[in-house]
Structure formats: C-alpha cells, structure tokens
C-alpha cells in the first residue's frame, strides 16, 4: 500500500496550490479518501473527505469555500485544489484511505488505515 502525495510548496496569501496523492496497493475505487494536516506544534486536523464515487463531500469549517476534494478512480488519484490561501493554512498535508469506507468517521483520523508521507504548505503573508 501507498499514498505519496505531491504538490505542495511556498504561496503568497491569497494564491492557490493544488495537491495530488497517487495510490497504489488497494483498490482505490471502494475506498473513502480523506486530507488532513498538521501544523507545527498542533494536532493532525480533519480537512476533506470523499466518499469512493465521489457522491459525498466533507469539509472542515475553515476551508469550506476555499478548498475543493476530488478523485479519479481511474488513475487512482486523490486531489485537493486549495484557492485563496492563509497562513493558517501553513501545515503539512497528509493524504489518508479508509478500506472501511464509515462516513460517520471521515472526519477522524482513527477512521483511516492508510497515510501518506505529508506534503509541506507554507503560506506567507
């Protein structure tokens, strides 16, 4: 199994950034994706979550309007188009699988099975 994701990097406030996670190893197609992110010195905090036909869609509160989860099962890709960026958005952002699929616990990070590596966001201001 792995979740390598790409993408990140340093933006100006106001910018947009696009990441993207590869999957490997499982069937992706039945499988609840979520992003997350930790920012230093913080907890790892729920960010998006998609369901496995792309049917429902999570947010948390702070990125709602701004961020937007997608997924192509047919290339076994996971995104998240980040538009009108913070600094409090500056974390590293971590690509998460979910083979049990609940969606009363996309939000949480002990709903998932499978992480990512993290790819770092710095916004500056």
């Known amino acids: 199994v792995q979740l390598v994701e790409s993408g990140g990097g340093l933006v100006q406030a106001g910018g947009s950034l696009k990441l993207s996670c590869a999957a490997s190893?499982?069937?992706?197609?039945?499988?609840?994706m979520g992003w997350f992110r930790q920012a230093p010195g913080k907890e790892r905090e729920f960010v998006a979550a998609?369901?496995?036909?792309?049917?429902?869609?999570r947010y948390e509160d702070s990125v709602k309007g701004r961020f937007a989860i997608s997924r192509d099962n047919a290339k076994n890709m996971l995104y998240l188009q980040m538009n009108n960026l913070k600094p409090d958005d500056t974390a590293v952002y971590y690509c998460?699988?979910?083979?049990?699929?609940?969606?009363?616990?996309?939000?949480?990070?002990?709903?998932?099975?499978?992480w990512g590596q993290g790819t770092r966001v710095t916004v500056s201001s």
């Open positions: 998460a699988g979910s083979v049990r699929a609940i969606w009363e616990t996309a939000g949480q990070p002990e709903g998932y099975d499978y």
């Open positions: 190893g499982f069937i992706f197609s039945s499988t609840m």
């Open positions: 998609i369901n496995s036909w792309s049917s429902f869609l």
